[in-house]
């Protein structure tokens, strides 16, 4: 018998096999991981074989077939950040969490895995909790992160917390740089796209801090609306076959400078986004 919960989140999505990355990160939310059962249930209910489900994942750092604990703690390894003293880092969550890289503590708090890149060179060594990204982190900060995901990771101020990092990003079909040098906002480059929306034809500017939603625009955007994204180089629409979990509106991928790709919303309003950190193509 099949459980109500992972029919009613596949019911939710229409049973579409466009939505199968959206499906499984609901399922994910609800039980940790992605069990056997829901993995049979998905690929019995969309359609889709077991294959592809296994390969989507796997593929994606934020999906997992084992049980994670309440928090995943993600350090990153890149060369950055492992010449800056990453290796020491992970050794210290080691020893704090009582684990090793890949394991969960017994009490289903913490889960610990590493990563290659999260995009933010500059600012390594890099942990992410639970989305919420640390920069500069050496030996005597890890204390002080693991206390702070115990006692709530939600209240962020933009200006003073470190959590928030600028990313670079490009074009997901050529490549080219969304960057505006000249176009600040929250005090940094500016990722610049050309949008659609009804009748009119535009820009729109979003903040790169990652956890801003801060943008401006040509022009005024209603809410609720869905808007259509373009490379302003390659004039390519800018999508791809995620859909947004909290709208079911297409996602606007982009790719981030040293690794990983970024998804936002297309639908105005709407603070759906999609951050895989392991990946650097989008299909």
């Known amino acids: 018998m099949y459980s109500q919960e992972i029919v009613k989140i596949i019911e939710k999505h229409n049973y579409k096999r466009n ?3 959206s499906i499984l990160e609901e399922i994910q939310a609800i039980y940790g991981y992605i069990p056997q059962v829901a993995i049979n249930t998905v690929g019995e209910k969309i359609g889709c074989s077991l294959v592809d489900i ?3 994942a796997t593929f994606y750092k934020s999906l997992s ?8 703690v993600l350090s990153c390894l890149g060369t950055a950040c492992h010449v800056h003293g990453a290796p020491l880092v992970v050794q210290e969550l080691e020893r704090q969490l009582g684990i090793k890289t890949s394991e969960t503590t ?9 990563v290659n890149c999260l995009g933010a060179c ?4 890099i942990v992410v909790v639970d989305g919420h990204y640390f920069s500069s982190v050496n030996t005597t900060k890890v204390n002080r992160i693991l206390r702070k995901t115990n006692e709530g990771l939600n209240n962020i101020e933009i200006k003073t917390d470190k959590r928030i990092f600028p990313v670079e990003v490009s074009c997901a079909q050529c490549n080219h740089s969304l960057m505006d040098q000249r176009h600040l906002i929250d005090g940094h480059p500016s990722i ?3 949008i659609s929306f009804k009748n009119k034809h535009g820009w729109i500017a979003l903040s790169s801090l990652y956890g801003s939603y801060n943008v401006s625009s040509e022009h005024e955007i209603p809410e609720n609306i869905i808007v259509h994204f373009f490379c302003p180089h390659c004039h390519t629409e ?3 076959g995620l859909n947004c979990g909290e709208c079911g509106a297409s996602m606007v991928p982009m790719i981030i400078r040293g690794g990983g790709v970024v998804q936002i919303c297309s639908r105005s309003g709407c603070k759906g986004h999609f ?5 650097s193509i989008v299909e």
């Open 192 to 194: 610049k796209i050309t």
């Open 238 to 240: 800018l999508i791809g």
């Open 54 to 56: 296994y390969g989507v």
């Open 275 to 279: 951050l895989d950190l392991g990946t």
């Open 19 to 21: 939505r199968l990355i």
């Open 106 to 114: 017994q009490d289903k708090e913490f889960t610990l895995e590493t």
């Open 122 to 125: 500059a600012l390594g060594p």
């Open 65 to 72: 077939l084992k049980p994670r604990g309440k928090h995943l």
